[in-house]
C-alpha cells in the first residue's frame, strides 16, 4: 500500500494566493518530511516536523500534523511564480512518499 | 562544495544490457539511498546502506544491485532482469539514522530501447 498520499494532485493559484496541500499516511512514523521538486530536478528539503510536534513554520511555510487522523498539511503564503514546482511528503523511518501535489502559480 | 553528484544526467541502452549509475558525496554522510521515480508519481526506495560494506533492499529491490565499498560512493546497477527499467533515479544521503533530513542529487534519467 502507498503511503503518504498527497491531495490535491495538482492545484494552480495566483501569484499573492495561499496554497494549502494534504497528505495522508497509514503507519507509525517518528517524522514527516516535505520536499520540492522542480520539473526533471532532484528533490529539496524543505521542512521536517517530529510526531511529537503540532505545527512548525519555515518563512512561508507551514506544517501541520495531526498523528490522530495520521495527516500533514503544508501551506505555502503569499505565492510566488517560483514556488511551481511538484511537492511531496515523506513519511520516516520508512521513507515511503506520496505521488505529490503539482502546484503552478500564476504571475 | 560540498553536495551529492549522480552521472550521467541522461542513459540510453539497449534493453538485455546490465548499466551502473553512479552516485558521489562529499558530505561526509554515513548514509545513502537509491530511488526509483516513475513519471507523475512518487518515489519508491529500492536500495539503502547505512555503513560501508553494508547495504538493505528497499520496497523495490528486485532486478537492481548496490554496493557500498567507500562512503563516499553507492553506485546502482540495473541489471537485465529489471523488467521495466526506464525511469528516473535519484539518489540521496544522509547523516546516518533512516529518520534523518535527506539530500538528494540531481537524478539520472534512464531510457531502455
Known amino acids: 500500500s502507498q503511503q503518504g498520499e498527497e491531495d490535491p494532485q495538482a492545484l494552480s493559484i495566483q501569484e499573492g494566493e495561499n496554497a494549502t496541500m494534504n497528505c495522508s499516511y497509514k503507519t507509525s512514523i517518528n517524522n514527516l518530511q516535505w520536499y520540492r521538486q522542480n520539473s526533471g530536478r532532484g528533490l529539496v528539503h524543505l521542512i521536517l516536523?517530529?510526531?511529537?510536534?503540532r505545527e512548525k513554520h519555515s518563512g512561508r511555510l507551514r506544517v501541520t500534523l495531526d498523528t490522530s487522523k495520521k495527516s500533514s498539511s503544508l501551506l505555502i503564503t503569499a505565492s510566488r511564480a517560483a514556488d511551481t514546482a511538484s511537492y511531496f511528503c515523506a513519511t520516516y523511518p520508512n521513507m515511503r512518499f506520496g505521488a505529490g501535489t503539482r502546484l503552478t502559480v500564476k504571475p | 562544495d560540498g553536495g551529492i553528484t549522480q552521472s550521467p544526467k541522461y542513459l540510453f541502452r539497449k534493453e538485455g544490457q546490465n548499466v551502473t549509475l553512479s552516485c558521489e558525496q562529499n558530505l561526509n554522510h554515513d548514509a545513502m539511498y537509491w530511488y526509483r521515480q516513475d513519471p507523475g508519481q512518487g518515489l519508491r526506495l529500492i536500495y539503502y546502506?547505512?555503513?560501508?560494506?553494508?547495504?538493505q533492499k528497499g520496497d523495490i529491490a528486485e532486478g537492481y544491485s548496490v554496493s557500498r565499498e567507500k562512503k563516499e560512493s553507492f553506485p546502482l546497477t540495473v541489471t537485465s532482469a529489471q523488467k521495466n527499467p526506464t525511469a528516473f533515479y535519484l539518489c540521496a544521503s544522509s547523516m546516518g539514522k533512516l529518520t534523518d533530513t535527506q539530500y538528494f542529487g540531481p537524478g539520472t534519467r534512464l531510457t531502455v530501447l
Open positions: 516536523i517530529r510526531s511529537n510536534e
Open positions: 546502506s547505512q555503513i560501508v560494506n553494508d547495504f
